[in-house]
């Protein structure tokens, strides 16, 4: 019954909380103190990790049905994996919106490949009611909808034109402008629009439901508004493809990807120096700094910053080239997408990054996962490399957290260091 103007997101944490403990604690005849504790509450996000588990499995199963070749043990080591992706696994035994966030959207997207779209509608709103930015992730699942009707119109036309270049060279701008014309012609169609808005209605209208809310609360942020304005934060998205890069080194960082990447370099050095100077300009007119990240020394994004970005004025310029070789290597694991797929799932991440001023790792959790959830699999040896990875960084972030506790001079409470 009491609300703290500093929360920021809608009450689906503490509504579902209230659900899962009262009938818990009238069937056991627990106390008021024993149902509020913190030991009970943080149970709440226990369950959602187990349950987050098992979903990651189950979007592996789906997504990747058609690859026979991928056994059983490797689907549940990577559902594993994912499962214990470290910025994600911390907030597992806190009371924060990320277990629970996560899993509605992962559940959204679950019954959005399964053609259950008015429950996955569903699902998207309860996600929604733990942290207003994941209707993004409703609209992916729309656009996911969308994409795979797009794919079977394109193929309809490569056939009528018997033109095997455009699909086998679909990363060329020619390539690009023949999509986009072939995307404007399918979406100006009366009789296509019907067809698509026929499936993706529940999407429309959570989606217009949204736009109510924004209009009525004048915003998408409640509670405190002044540490959380939106505004065009391009290098986003350039942290999001550095923190994914090293998230994902064995499958991201290999010296074969170099190799590759060296040599797509050679071949278009005209199409590279155009990306890097529009990532020039980026990052010179639109890089925000958040005062959260220069004030709060608890967080691992205040060294990052300091450490590294602050050590010179020029060192964000000079990390352009990684950023390129990042983008270029995650677009390169996409592959097996198609073009509609890879432009709707880059329109969400821009859409889920860009206007958020604070560099904050939670808010690359679930861009994240969807990515791992739609490149190959990786082999057995780079799956274990991978999570004998995380399951270090959680080692020592959990060890960072319980023993290197410090206080601040103006504060008598004990600060601990975290995602």
Not at 113 to 122: D, E, I, M, Q, V
Not at 239 to 255: A, C, D, G, N, W
Not at 271 to 281: E, H, K, M, R, T
């Amino acid at each position: 019954l009491q609300w703290d103007p500093m929360i920021t997101t809608l009450p689906g944490l503490y509504l579902l909380s209230v659900g899962v403990v009262k009938p818990a604690a009238w069937l056991l005849g627990w106390t008021g103190s024993v149902v509020c504790s913190v030991g009970m509450l943080r149970f709440i996000n226990l369950l959602f990790s187990a349950g987050n588990f098992y979903l990651l499995y189950l979007l592996l199963f789906k997504i990747h049905q058609k690859n026979k070749a991928v056994s059983g043990f490797q689907r549940i080591l990577s559902a594993l994996t994912l499962a214990m992706f470290p910025t994600l696994y911390f907030f597992t035994f806190l009371y924060y919106t990320d277990p629970g966030s996560v899993f509605f959207t992962l559940f959204s997207y679950l019954m959005c490949l399964y053609g259950n779209h008015k429950t996955s509608a569903l699902l998207g709103f309860c996600g929604f009611m733990f942290r207003q930015t994941n209707i993004v992730w409703t609209v992916f699942c729309a656009g996911s909808v969308v994409a795979e009707k797009l794919n079977e119109a394109w193929k309809i036309e490569l056939q009528k034109k018997k033109d095997e270049k455009i699909s086998s060279r679909k990363g060329s701008f020619s390539d690009l402008s023949r999509i986009l014309q072939f995307l404007v012609g399918y979406l100006l169609s009366p009789k296509n629009l019907v067809t698509l808005t026929a499936v993706t209605w529940p999407y429309i209208i959570l989606v217009s439901l949204f736009f109510v809310f924004v209009f009525i609360n004048g915003g998408i942020v409640v509670g405190d508004r002044s540490s959380h304005e939106a505004c065009l934060h391009f290098p986003q998205l350039f942290y999001f493809l550095s923190f994914t890069v090293f998230f994902s080194f064995p499958h991201l960082l290999t010296p074969t990807k170099i190799r590759k990447f060296l040599l797509s370099l050679r071949k278009h050095p005209v199409q590279y120096s155009l990306i890097a100077v529009i990532s020039l300009f980026l990052i010179w007119k639109f890089t925000f700094v958040h005062k959260y990240l220069l004030a709060d020394n608890r967080h691992y994004t205040f060294y990052v910053w300091r450490k590294v970005f602050q050590r010179h004025e020029l060192v964000k310029y000079l990390l352009v080239p990684f950023y390129i070789f990042a983008g270029w290597s995650f677009a390169d694991t996409l592959k097996s997408k198609s073009i509609f797929w890879i432009l709707m799932y880059f329109v969400c991440l821009l859409a889920v990054t860009v206007p958020q001023k604070l560099l904050e790792f939670r808010y690359f959790i679930l861009p994240f996962l969807i990515y791992k959830l739609n490149i190959p699999f990786l082999s057995l040896y780079r799956q274990l490399l991978e999570l004998a990875f995380y399951i270090l960084v959680n080692a020592v972030t959990f060890y960072l957290f319980l023993n290197r506790t410090f206080q601040w001079k103006n504060s008598d409470e004990v600060q601990r260091f975290m995602w």
